[in-house]
């Protein structure tokens, strides 16, 4: 990759200010004499040898792993702080349920965050791949490599003015999808096909129009079942299933080629190929394209080809199954609180410009039902917090799931309240009043989530023309949902869209 200039210095002393105050303050509260250490914290028992391992098998305490009250049961068990020592290659972890202690680690390590998360992937493009030394992607990439490669896409993806001009085309995509719906209700006005996948096909249409520059025809009712387009779909719901395996449970891979390991090697390779042909797709329909301004596609390929590649590919690997089960999420939850759902359909066919019950209505689905329950971070220095010792190399866990859902930060916090975001300070459900880093679905500072703007837009307008279309009903008991590195919602989808006479 080119090198790029470093931003404004003006800006850099901006974003850290606070940081220089925070870790001063962690440097100087480790040296006390009386921190406990490390192994003083709350966790679950250990045997010789093995150690923890065994409370995270089949039949242990915490053995259900896709359930994603596995957390809660962890901290419910031992508090706000909980220690697991390193197991089968995996770093030390630390959950934690206190925002005074996520905020802490977050503002103290926001100059080249490391966060954890998808080692496989990272291990398939700096050793499979062999491309050690080359930039892989802020998904994959880690210190002055992803720094250098964030600040390089940050004016393409942070812009405002580029990402309203995707506001015409994904209402598009929003239209078509309706049609398609409509369409596919059977004598219930329930959708026969599986509605997970119809969701995804949504998704996945929306975040191409960015990624790739183009459409991508999902939509077409002779689409094969082998198409690309679902090929891509299946792929990227296979890889957070056997990444979830890998990298959020105990596993051999790290000493030996696991079965898992080898299937996610084939399943990353296929996901590189696929977001090949789509590229090259976008780049063929680019030729044909007015003169307008410029998308996010082509302002990358004018930093270069490899630029480009890398964040369509992460786009399409972390844009699809996330905004997907955001959405249905949103359904759900308005599905079963009618008079939110009334409110939001008044606003949406008001014509307002500023649709602010909307914004609202999706950020309270996020907190509620969030598709990802916990930031992380991996230690860089040493740290005292809540009176205990913290190494370096420890890969924190913040249960923001879990401290969304506490009455204590928001009042009545396992009830759908969008209001919560719009009322008056002085209202005790005001979000305000609530500890700003006990919510965090987009992540935090230099390494929150890249793709918010767009992927607001795409949700926004998804869910307003739904409910411009549809009175959105629910029968039955509450959907399950399975945490498998996302925290994914499962059928029977029992889900109704009666047409808005």
């Given amino acids: 990759m080119q090198t790029t200039k470093l931003r404004p210095l003006f800006q850099l002393v901006s974003i850290n200010k606070e940081v220089i105050r925070t870790v001063a303050v962690a440097s100087t509260a480790v040296k006390t004499e009386t921190l406990k250490p490390w192994n003083a914290i709350p966790g679950p028992s250990s045997l010789p040898i093995i150690g923890q391992i065994h409370h995270f098998l089949p039949g242990g305490s915490f053995g259900d792993m896709k359930d994603p009250e596995t957390i809660s049961r962890l901290l419910e068990t031992y508090g706000p702080i909980v220690r697991l020592d390193s197991m089968l290659g995996k770093p030390p972890l630390l959950f934690l349920s206190d925002p005074d202690s996520a905020e802490l680690v977050l503002r103290s390590e926001n100059w080249l965050p490391h966060r954890p998360g998808f080692h496989s992937l990272e291990y398939y493009r700096n050793d499979y791949k062999k491309d050690r030394g080359h930039v892989t992607g802020l998904i994959s990439d880690h210190g002055d490599v992803w720094k250098e490669f964030r600040s390089t896409v940050n004016p393409v993806m942070l812009q405002p003015k580029t990402i309203k001009l995707y506001t015409k085309v994904l209402d598009e995509v929003a239209q078509d999808m309706i049609v398609r719906m409509k369409a596919n209700r059977d004598e219930n ?94 780049k063929e329909q680019l030729k044909t394209k007015p003169d307008n301004e410029k998308g996010v596609l082509e302002k990358l390929l004018e930093i270069n080809e490899e630029v480009a590649h890398i964040m369509a590919s992460d786009m399409l690997f972390a844009g699809v199954d996330t905004a997907a089960n955001t959405v249905t999420a949103t359904l759900y939850l308005l599905a079963k609180n009618p008079d939110k759902q009334a409110k939001l359909r008044e606003e949406v066919t008001s014509n307002v410009e500023k649709r602010s019950y909307l914004r609202a209505c999706v950020k309270e689905s996020l907190r509620v039902m969030p598709v990802v329950s916990a930031n992380a971070r991996r230690t860089t220095k040493e740290y005292n917090i809540m009176g205990y010792q913290v190494p370096i190399g420890v890969d924190v866990i913040f249960a923001h799931r879990e401290m969304s859902l506490m009455d204590k930060y928001y009042p009545n916090a396992k009830e759908y309240i969008p209001e919560r975001w719009l009322t008056n300070k002085d209202d005790p459900l005001h979000y305000g009043n609530a500890h700003p880093f006990a919510y965090g679905p987009f992540g935090f500072g230099a390494r929150s989530c890249i793709g918010r703007r767009i992927a607001e837009l795409e949700m926004d307008t998804f869910v307003a023309r739904l409910i411009e279309n549809f009175q959105v009903e629910w029968f039955g008991p509450p959907p399950t949902v399975v945490q498998e590195a996302l925290n994914y919602i499962k059928g029977p989808y029992n889900f109704v869209f009666k047409d808005i006479k």
Avoid at 253 to 275: C, D, G, I, V
């Fill in 189 to 282: 006005n329930m959708i026969k096909k599986d509605f997970d996948k119809e969701m995804n096909l949504w998704a996945l249409e929306s975040i191409g129009t960015v990624a790739l520059g183009c459409r991508l025809n999902c939509f077409d009712p002779n689409l094969p079942a082998d198409s690309p387009e679902w090929q891509l779909i299946q792929c990227v719901h296979d890889l957070f299933a056997t990444a979830n395996e890998l990298d959020f449970k105990p596993s051999l891979w790290r000493y030996y080629s696991t079965p898992t390991f080898k299937q996610a090697m084939k399943l990353y390779e296929h996901h590189e190929n696929l977001t090949k042909y789509f590229i090259k797709k976008g």
